[in-house]
């Protein structure tokens, strides 16, 4: 500690003048990274080749296996045409894998018999060789299967390998408030799995548990300078891997001390001007300088404003930069002087094509939009509406100049945390095969939790918001007491304005036993939900894509959605002619049209139960997971950077 605190101090003037001098400074464990992940998919098929080749001996085995019945001397003539055929088998992989190389010697010891190798080796060694062969025979079609399984990894690897630098304020399971944390925990370890070197960069929150915390590692720190401030910030890097995917944490208590990693414009503007300048010049101080910079909503958005800039003369000045929007209502808007105050930023950035907005304001959002070399989205329908007056949040023009580097990408959900076959929460397990059998047991599990009436043959719908205007919730308020007939329960989970929690408490009280109002944030209830309803409402006013509908649909629950955002590229709706689709849809924002969507899903559900079934496993087959978006983002990464 003693040395490293000496160089923190001989370089802190050099680091405190930004990442160019920063970058001077070798970062050796941080090298090492890209380093363990190649060697990881590299040896697996080594150690594959490895396995084939002992299985070989038990393959040439077989033969003498066969040759019993017909003679004893028989092995003698059919092991020459083995011994040829074995070595013509092993010139393929001997160009792969080293080792292979010393197959052949083998192969050449059973023609050879003892007469050659008691003049080249010792008659203990030939032993040694020939037992195994003897011993195989008996279970030789045993290990013969593992010998096919190298092939499939190789397609992991069918593009160019390239290194991406993730930049945001959340990721589960460190810290999550919605699902910008999801999307920052699944999609960077499905990039690693196509052929990416991942790094996440998040701020070291104290709100982090202590798990998480005891498991991080001291990279380094330097000293950095923060706008007009004039005084010198101290950055730690601390480090934690997991899954292939390199966590970077940004150390500083006086900006991420605090209990929640939001508070208000006024503590998150100063807080998140520090952490993107920290983050930039962190890369350049490990130096470890991505090919691509991802950078996820207003807290990460002056990342590009920084790079093209104060950053543009140093190492991580040459990356290409991607913004993705997961919500456009939220953008970081504060007046220029604190903005200016807190990030240095040159004059010609504070201007109406980049951060300037009602002369007034800086909008660190629509700096980011700007500077970036491309702008994603999280679904297709999403990408289109916010260039419009309705969804543009007053962006709409800024959106429509910048649009030829605008694209949807839809968000998939990961299936090692959402799986209905292996999900620890539920009451009974089950999968597209047993589904019709097992997901009543759920249904009436979740009925006992809740304190509903337990009868199998209700319609359950279930709710799982944060409860604000933006999920349509006035719509749901509206219409509870129509959808309340006796055959119907409803289950709300979720927290949120306090109009609408004191709104669904009162419909709990009147409707006894068939409604549920679960006002908490609660994961595992939340897994029992999707398991245990029969439909699942996201009525939303505008939705970037949404995560709840394609939970549900994975666990085997009808959406009914608004044809908006997301929700309407993953939510196709039902055909009663020909029986089509995967949920019911309404499209015009009107309490009277998602009434009219709930009583089509439940005419379904009580008359026509046998086609209902068949949308549900209709959408358990439906590939929602991270595989193919991920593919498309690497697809992205390529046309930035096609070397």
Not at 517 to 539: F, K
Request: include cysteine; proline fraction near 7%.
């Amino acid at each position: 500690m003693a040395q490293k605190k000496a160089q923190s101090t001989q370089k802190k003037t050099a680091e405190a003048k930004g990442a160019s001098t920063s970058a001077k400074k070798p970062a050796e464990p941080v090298k090492a990274a890209p380093v363990k992940s190649e060697p990881v998919t590299k040896t697996e098929p080594a150690a594959k080749a490895e396995s084939a080749k002992k299985t070989e001996p038990a393959a040439k085995a077989e033969p003498a296996k066969k040759a019993e019945p017909a003679a004893k001397a028989e092995p003698a003539k059919k092991a020459e045409p083995a011994a040829k055929a074995e070595p013509a088998k092993k010139t393929e992989p001997a160009a792969k894998a080293e080792p292979a190389k010393k197959a052949k010697p083998a192969a050449k010891k059973p023609a050879a018999k003892k007469t050659k190798t008691a003049a080249k080796k010792a008659a203990a060694e030939e032993v040694k060789t020939a037992a195994p062969a003897a011993e195989a025979a008996p279970v030789a079609e045993q290990p013969a299967e593992p010998v096919v399984e190298p092939a499939p990894a190789q397609p992991q690897y069918d593009t160019p390998r390239r290194s991406v630098a993730f930049i945001g304020s959340e990721c589960h399971p460190f810290v999550k408030t919605g699902g910008l944390g999801d999307v920052m925990y699944a999609l960077p370890r499905e990039l690693v799995k196509q052929n990416c070197d991942v790094r996440v960069i998040l701020p070291r929150y104290a709100c982090i548990p202590q798990k998480y915390q005891d498991k991080m590692v001291y990279r380094g720190e330097f000293y950095m300078d923060l706008g007009e401030t004039g005084r010198s910030y101290y950055v730690g890097i601390m480090e934690y891997i997991c899954d292939g995917v390199v966590y970077d944490f940004i150390d500083n208590q006086e900006f991420f001390s605090a209990g929640n990693p939001y508070i208000g414009l006024v503590d998150d503007i100063p807080k998140y001007c520090f952490f993107s300048k920290a983050a930039l010049a962190a890369l350049n101080y490990m130096n470890w300088i991505p090919d691509v910079i991802h950078c996820h909503d207003w807290q990460a958005a002056l990342v590009p404003v920084f790079q093209r800039t104060l950053f543009r003369d140093s190492p991580v000045g040459h990356a290409k930069t991607v913004l993705t929007i997961h919500n456009l209502r939220f953008q970081g808007i504060y007046n220029i002087p604190t903005i200016r105050y807190w990030t240095g930023l040159p004059a010609e950035v504070f201007n109406m094509g980049a951060l300037q907005q009602a002369w007034r304001d800086a909008n660190m959002l629509k700096g980011g939009l700007a500077y970036a070399d491309r702008i994603t989205t999280v679904s297709n329908t999403y990408a289109h509406e916010i260039q419009t007056p309705e969804y543009g949040e007053e962006l709409e023009d800024h959106l429509r100049y910048h649009s030829y580097k605008l694209r949807g990408i839809v968000n998939g959900i990961d299936y090692g945390m959402w799986n209905p076959a292996t999900d620890p929460a539920l009451a009974v397990n089950y999968d597209i095969t047993n589904v019709l059998e097992h997901k009543p047991e759920n249904k009436r599990a979740l009925q006992e939790e809740l304190g509903l009436e337990q009868d199998e043959s209700k319609f359950v719908i279930g709710l799982i918001s944060r409860l604000t205007n933006q999920k349509g919730l006035d719509l749901v308020n509206a219409i509870v007491p129509q959808i309340m007939d006796g055959n119907t329960q409803v289950v709300v989970l979720g927290t949120g304005d306090k109009e609408y929690e004191d709104t669904f408490r009162y419909y709990e009280s009147a409707y006894k036993g068939m409604f549920s109002a679960c006002i908490q944030y609660d994961e595992s209830r939340a897994h029992r939900i999707y398991a245990g309803a029969d439909a699942l409402l996201v009525p939303s006013r505008f939705e970037p894509c949404g995560l709840t509908q394609l939970n549900a649909m994975h666990y085997g629950t009808l959406p009914i959605v608004r044809e908006t955002g997301g929700l309407k590229d993953t939510v196709e709706p039902y055909n009663v002619f020909n029986g089509g689709g995967n949920g019911f849809t309404f499209d015009r924002y009107d309490a009277g049209l998602l009434l009219d969507a709930i009583n089509r899903a439940k005419t379904e559900y009580f008359t026509s139960r046998y086609h209902w079934d068949e949308v549900v496993q209709r959408d358990m087959a439906k590939d929602v997971s991270w595989t193919n978006s991920a593919r498309q983002y690497k697809e992205l990464y390529l046309e930035l950077t096609p070397w």
